[in-house]
């Protein structure tokens, strides 16, 4: 059964910065696109950014220059840096693999390409 971790949550102030991971037991690591997407309270989930297999990335406008998507595909791991972090991206944050190849990137921006979803952390921003 194939598994997504994400760990890295907590509590900051605004203008602060946090590094989320994601370890997943996917064998084939490599060939997945890795997403990340966040829900806040009463609200819908919302894409976040994205990286490909070939480490292109993707981001919603709402954190274009603020986070950072990466991967280490040794460690089966993708990282969301998020830095100058604003109240209104507290959030539960949720990784999510992808075996679906594109160069449209904006297709990860649905959570429909996504096979596998992480249990959600915990990010809150204070003001």
């Known amino acids: 059964q194939v598994q997504l971790v994400e760990s890295g949550g907590g509590l900051v102030q605004a203008g602060g910065s946090l590094r989320l991971s994601c370890t997943t037991s996917?064998?084939?690591?490599?060939?997945?696109?890795m997403g990340w997407f966040r829900q806040a309270p009463g609200k819908e989930r919302e894409f976040v950014g994205v990286i490909n297999r070939s480490g292109s990335t993707y981001y919603a406008d709402s954190v274009k220059g603020r986070f950072t998507v990466s991967r280490d595909n040794a460690k089966n791991t993708v990282y969301l840096q998020m830095n100058s972090l604003k109240p209104e991206d507290t959030a539960v944050y949720y990784c999510?693999?992808?075996?679906?190849?594109?160069?449209?990137?904006?297709?990860?921006?649905?959570?429909?390409?996504?096979?596998?979803w992480g249990q959600g952390t915990q990010v809150t921003v204070s003001s």
């Open positions: 996917v064998r084939t690591f490599p060939t997945y696109a």
């Open positions: 999510a693999a992808s075996p679906f190849g594109t160069q449209s990137m904006e297709i990860y921006g649905k959570s429909g390409p996504y096979d596998y």
